[in-house]
């Protein structure tokens, strides 16, 4: 049975109704097919539930604020969270840095909030194209900066190379450069590692046999419910 790690965001996408639907057929297919790796979902806000599932599919929050509770408006806190059991949340994702403008300062801070709740921590680090064109050092301080205040070694931390050009623009890293990345990374943090940027059924096993790479983080190919599939097979065959 695979160990490799499988994590779905969903990013805006799907809704409550379609989640439900979602995850409901992916247990069906993951218990009868004894797919046994680890697969976390990360639904919208809106789709939060605490799913019973055969296949032990985890369900994890793509943001929350730091706080249990008050006046954050568009937020949700631990409050809302444990509604629905939820003590997992991915952290650092490029989007939320470059789009939402959210500083080194303030995801580290929520990085330390929830560790000190006993969180999983999906972790996301990433290069934009213009320091990936700089060099291998250039990616490495990068890379070094992106983790400023963040306990890399957290028991419950699972980190993300994600490079930013490659995220949902159909580029994928090749091997080679994920092999060298990642061993940049796993110099100053032991915990899991995973790629993501355009894994797709296509290129998921060579993704996977990567040196160094212990799982895959899944935008776009993973909305689909079968093309989600297809990519649990490859990995459960390897
Ligand atoms: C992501 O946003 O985490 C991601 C990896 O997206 P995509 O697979 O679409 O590149």
């Not at 049975?1 to 639907?21: C, G, L, P, Q, Y």
């Not at 409901?24 to 919208?44: K, Q």
């Not at 059991?85 to 840095?97: A, F, K, M, P």
């Not at 000190?116 to 070094?144: H, S």
């Amino acid at each position: 049975m695979s160990s490799k790690i499988v994590a779905a965001n969903f990013k805006t996408n799907h809704t409550r109704r379609s989640t439900a639907e979602y995850v409901a057929s992916l247990d069906r297919f993951m218990a009868e097919n004894g797919i046994g790796t680890p697969v976390y979902i990360f639904p919208p806000a809106t789709a939060l539930e605490n799913f019973e599932t055969e296949s032990g599919i985890r369900i994890g929050a793509q943001n929350a604020y730091p706080t249990v509770k008050g006046s954050f408006t568009g937020e949700i806190g631990l409050q809302q969270l444990g509604e629905f059991g939820i003590d997992t949340v991915l952290i650092g994702h490029s989007e939320r840095r470059h789009i939402l403008g959210e500083s080194q300062e303030f995801i580290a801070k929520k990085f330390a909030w929830f560790k000190e709740q006993g969180f999983t921590i999906f972790y996301c680090i990433g290069e934009p194209l213009e320091v990936r064109e700089a060099g291998e050092e250039a990616v490495r301080r990068y890379l070094v900066e992106q983790c400023e205040g963040i306990d890399t070694s957290y028991e419950n931390l699972i980190m993300a190379y994600e490079p930013v050009w490659a995220i949902g623009t159909g580029k994928t890293a090749t091997p080679e450069l994920i092999e060298k990345t990642h061993s940049i990374v796993k110099a100053f943090s032991e915990r899991p590692l995973l790629y993501g940027g355009s894994v797709k059924p296509s290129n998921i096993a060579e993704i996977l046999a990567v040196p160094g790479c212990d799982g895959a983080l899944i935008g776009t190919a993973s909305w689909d419910i079968s093309s989600m599939q297809s990519m649990l097979e490859i990995v459960n065959s390897e």
